[in-house]
Nanobody, 121 residues
Framework: QVQLVESGGGLVQPGGSLRLSCAASGIIFTRSVMGWYRQSPGKQRELVATITSGGSTNYVDSMKGRVTISRDNAKNMVYLQMNNLLTEDTAVYYC???????????????WGPGTQVTVSS
């Protein structure tokens, strides 16, 4: 069973920073593309950033320069460092994994339960 567990969310003032973490299990991590998505009330879930097993990254334009996605393949962890947070960054942030559960399995799409990030003064 694939499990993704996010942590690190919370309340932060505008201009502040947060680091989100996601622990992955039950998936071939080194064959998985990991990502962070977010969803604000009344809006669709949107991509924040993705990272391949080789470290290639992709960011949504609205957060470029303010976020950094990274991963530790030895620990099956993925991180999202967010700086200079804005009130409009308030959302539930979700960890996503796209990869196989075993060596010969098909690629699946998996989600964590999410962690709330609130940017407010």
């Amino acid at each position: 069973q694939v499990q993704l567990v996010e942590s690190g969310g919370g309340l932060v003032q505008p201009g502040g920073s947060l680091r989100l973490s996601c622990a992955a299990s039950g998936i071939i991590f080194t064959r998985s593309v990991m990502g962070w998505y977010r969803q604000s009330p009344g809006k669709q879930r949107e991509l924040v950033a993705t990272i391949t097993s080789g470290g290639s990254t992709n960011y949504v334009d609205s957060m470029k320069g303010r976020v950094t996605i990274s991963r530790d393949n030895a620990k099956n962890m993925v991180y999202l460092q967010m700086n200079n947070l804005l009130t409009e960054d308030t959302a539930v942030y979700y960890c996503n994994a796209r990869g196989p559960r075993s060596l010969f399995a098909a690629t699946g799409d998996y989600w964590g339960p999410g962690t709330q990030v609130t940017v407010s003064s």
